[in-house]
């Protein structure tokens, strides 16, 4: 580790990280509707995965994201400011963040926080060569579970980052509850930069998540090779296949894996059974308008101040002020 990385505690394969991984899926898989929280696509070779769907020809928000932080980053470095400490919820590959530390005025800090600690320890050495004045303090954490924050300079602003389209896996209440609980975090003088997937062309939401290739299926099905390896569950990954539609009602990409045959398994003990056809809910991925997100900005004390996008309308990149 470079000198302004700070060490982090071992997190990974401890009793209470595998009896909140059984917990969060035992809780999901016996309850009426079938579901598995998100957050668990993220092993490492779900975050591979990850990282090839955002190369993929279909799936926009990545790229997209990527030219309007390109296009405006000068701007939001303006409207951010000099000496900020930048807080990052969800830093994955970080190549993002790069864009705004590029053009940042004296940043302070940088506090990435993500689920995957081995792609963490890596981009927390990385910005911490690439960005010498800049202290890097990596936290590993599941941040839509409540999180406490190493000691940050007192004096600079709080600014968080949230890329990504991420805010587009919480149900609508939860996500003015979570981005209330960044708004207390970053304080009353603090922002956020936010990335959102806007609603569009049912068919091009439709195919961003049904790639000709099939790596979405292939990090969807992940979720049960995962399940079966930590938790010692049985799923026949034969028997289960990716389904993912927008539901227009609710303003959402659902994303399921449907059991093909009726049948029963095993997870962590529990006998968990199917029906033919019967499916496990693994994520939602909603779509916003400005409705909606103004909506959201106002439930959880935010105002918004700009909205970038792009030529074909698809994302926004947010800058929001405490209120
Ligand atoms: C990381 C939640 C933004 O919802 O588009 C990509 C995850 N799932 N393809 C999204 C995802 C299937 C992604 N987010």
Redesign the pocket.
């Known amino acids: 580790m470079t000198p302004n990385t700070q060490r982090l505690p071992a997190t990974r394969h401890t009793p209470q990280h595998d009896a909140q991984e059984r917990d969060l899926a035992l809780r999901g898989l016996t309850s009426d509707v079938k579901t598995l929280p998100?957050s668990l696509?993220y092993d490492s070779a779900g975050a591979a995965l990850?990282e090839q769907?955002c190369e993929l020809p279909e799936?926009y928000?990545t790229r997209t994201e990527l030219s309007i932080l390109t296009e405006n980053s000068a701007d939001l470095a303006a409207a951010v400011g000099e000496s900020v400490a930048l807080i990052e919820y969800?830093s994955?590959a970080g190549t993002k963040v790069r864009l705004l530390l590029d053009r940042l005025v004296r940043p302070v800090a940088y506090v990435p926080v993500d689920v995957s600690q081995a792609q963490l320890l890596r981009v927390a050495d990385e910005r911490a060569e690439q960005y010498p004045g800049l202290q890097v303090l990596p936290v590993c954490a599941d941040y839509t579970q409540p999180l406490s924050l190493p000691q940050l300079p007192t004096a600079a602003r709080r600014v968080a980052f949230f890329p990504?389209?991420?805010i587009?896996?919480f149900h609508p209440t939860e996500a003015a509850a979570f981005l209330h609980r960044v708004r207390h975090t970053v304080g009353p003088r603090g922002g956020l930069i936010l990335g959102v997937?806007r609603r569009k062309d049912p068919q091009v939401l439709h195919d961003?998540?049904n790639d000709a290739a099939g790596v979405?299926a292939a990090?969807?099905l992940n979720l049960l090779t995962r399940l079966n390896r930590t938790l010692g569950a049985t799923f026949d990954l034969n028997t289960f296949r990716h389904v993912?539609y927008f539901n227009d009602a609710a303003s959402r990409?659902e994303?399921h894996l449907e059991s093909t045959i009726a049948q029963q398994m095993r997870v962590a003990d529990v006998e968990i059974t199917f029906e033919a056809g019967e499916t496990i809910h693994t994520?939602c991925?909603y779509k916003y308008d400005e409705a909606r997100l103004v909506a959201l900005a106002e439930s959880s004390g935010f105002r918004i101040e700009t909205l970038h996008t792009d030529a074909h309308d698809r994302f926004w990149v947010a800058w929001l002020r405490a209120v």
Do not use: H
Request: zero cysteines.
């Open positions: 998100p696509f990850f769907i799936y928000p969800g994955g990504g389209s991420t587009g896996n997937d961003a998540y979405t990090f969807n993912a990409i994303m994520e991925s």
